[in-house]
């Protein structure tokens, strides 16, 4: 048993506020959180085991990234430039570069090269106290790369103390050998590798791309199909560059989220909350794209959807690893407040990857923590280019 005492903490045990304890203690027992309260509330039978004086900093749950596409092979800094010079994503993606070009670099690029480049941002996210983090394949789009792709991505949980899920992301993009052929595709590579990257246990979620460059709900709808059929649940970018529908299937499917959604209606909006979909809000892209749409953060509170917020690491519509710094985004482009901006990258984070038991510092979640050098919860949202990170807790193991 381990007792963190004199912490500030922020439990998130609610929605709708932070859920401070001024002087609180916690009690960790094999990885979990067996008692938090007042430190005075402590019960005779937990005062056993090592202290650790925390000196009054602020205890949060450990970050939580529910949105990335962290392996990857190459980066995308010439695309980069061209936008600057006035070409647009779509027109990059159309042209056969964006995706594509990250796809050719992805299947050159050795299971070890992936790994070793995936755990230079990794570091960058647990430097900021991320201790989950989901990663999608759909950078190799035949069956040898998108397997490659998973098996690197679950191999960063044996390399570094943080947890990964693993989502399948067949249906991102056609890739030229199937040029003009999207159903085919679906039906010939994308269908067939989902099973036999289910088959060998590399698979926890099934994603797609929504999208006028990519796939239409259809198409989506057979993935979705054969996901269900496996027993796997679903999450969809939807209504990112335009609106086809995305949000309305995903809420179908009783996806476990939908993400992006600058474009989704006060409709999408009010079937997201029906379903009890996360929508996963991704200001990184949002910046980087420079899109002129925000998503309808107002519809989403007066709906009752829960926000999520992520990076959305990938090496084209947002090369970021900094949930602090997406924190900040969404605080300042999309008028969340600080309070949403922490709920976004821990409990409901944890909700639109369907972990039930982490993102709040409750009796019997995850003693996965995070442990600062602030005063306020509001300061972690608050600062640009700042880490006040003291210490990371995992499983239990400072
Ligand atoms: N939307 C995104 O933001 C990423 N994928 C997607 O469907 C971007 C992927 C990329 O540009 O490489
Ligand atoms: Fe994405």
């Known amino acids: 048993m381990n007792i963190l005492t004199n912490a500030q903490i922020v439990t998130l045990a609610a929605n709708n506020s932070f859920g401070l304890i001024a002087e609180g203690t916690i009690v960790i027992d094999d990885g979990k959180i067996a008692w938090v309260g007042p430190a005075g509330d402590l019960p005779d039978a937990y005062q056993v085991g090592e202290t650790i004086d925390l000196k009054g900093r602020l205890v949060t749950p450990a970050l939580i990234d529910c ?101 399948f992301l067949g249906a991102h993009a056609t890739p030229t050998e199937y040029k003009g052929r999207p159903d085919a595709y679906i039906d010939e590579v994308c269908i067939p590798t989902l099973r036999a990257a289910h088959t060998l246990g590399l698979v926890d979620a099934v994603d797609g791309f929504c999208e006028g460059i990519a796939f239409d709900a259809d198409q989506i709808t057979r993935v979705f199909d054969v996901a269900t059929e496996l027993g796997l649940p679903v999450k969809l970018h939807a209504e990112q560059l335009s609106n086809i529908g995305g949000a309305q299937l995903a809420a179908k499917y009783g996806a476990l989220s939908a993400d992006h959604l600058e474009y989704a209606t006060d409709a999408d909006a009010r079937a997201l909350a029906d379903a009890g979909t996360v929508a996963v809000i991704l200001p990184g892209a949002f910046y980087t794209l420079r899109e002129p749409q925000a998503p309808p953060i107002q519809a989403f509170r007066d709906h ?95």
């Open 67 to 167: 949105h990335s596409h962290i392996v990857f092979g190459g980066n995308r800094a010439a695309e980069f430039e061209q936008r600057l010079n006035g070409a647009s994503y779509e027109e990059i993606a159309v042209a056969g570069g964006g995706i594509m070009s990250t796809v050719t670099a992805t299947r050159a690029a050795s299971e070890a090269a992936l790994l070793a480049d995936a755990l230079t941002r990794v570091d960058a996210l647990i430097a900021e106290g991320v201790s989950l983090i989901e990663i999608k394949s759909g950078y190799g789009l035949d069956m040898d790369t998108e397997i490659k792709m998973l098996r690197v991505a679950r191999q960063i949980g044996t390399r570094r103390a943080v947890k990964i899920k693993t989502t």
């Open 304 to 398: 009752g959807v829960q926000m999520a917020l992520a990076t959305d690491c990938n090496p084209g519509s947002s090369p970021l690893a900094s949930p602090l710094l997406v924190m900040n985004m969404a605080c300042t482009l999309f008028r969340m407040t600080p309070l949403e901006a922490l709920l976004g990258v821990t409990a409901h984070a944890a909700q639109a990857l369907g972990e039930t038991q982490s993102g709040r510092i409750i009796a019997g979640n995850h003693a996965d923590l995070c442990v600062w050098n602030a005063e306020h919860p509001v300061e972690l949202a608050y600062r640009i280019g700042f880490n006040p990170l003291h210490a990371r807790i995992t499983q239990g193991v400072l």
